[in-house]
């Protein structure tokens, strides 16, 4: 039974991992999704990055997203930082989708559950 909750807490951070992947599509004009159009700003429109700006975005975004896939596969491989390793990943990814918050308001939402569930998981 805690296996099996391990693999699905695996597959979701998977899945939130590969979500912020979007973003380079996106921001680097790759692709269209009318959910997540083109900007070049950020804090609701508050401020202009520019595209350079908006790319570097998406790059630290991405990153963010190789963090939560490897967090997965520490989660489902047991090693031993891997909580460590989410947490980080966790903040830094809630910190982004913040600062994209028009478009990312659902990612915020999932970076939250997930520091609830470790907060969680870390009592005794």
């Keep these: 039974m805690v296996r099996n909750l391990t693999y699905l807490a695996a597959i979701a951070v998977g899945i939130h991992g590969v979500i912020h992947f979007l973003g380079i599509g996106v921001y680097f004009e790759l692709l269209e999704m009318a959910d997540l159009p083109y900007k070049t700003t950020l804090l609701g429109g508050a401020v202009d990055v520019g595209d350079v700006g908006i790319r570097v975005f998406a ?15 520490a989660l489902v491989t047991d090693w031993r930082y891997w909580r460590e390793m989410l947490l980080a990943v966790t903040v830094f990814s809630l910190v982004l989708t913040m600062l994209d918050w028009t478009v ?21």
């Design 104 to 124: 990312a308001s659902a990612g915020v939402l999932a970076n939250l559950a997930i520091l609830a569930g470790l907060f969680v998981m870390s009592r005794p």
């Design 59 to 73: 790059v630290l975004t991405a990153v963010a997203g190789v963090g939560f896939v490897a967090s997965a596969v």
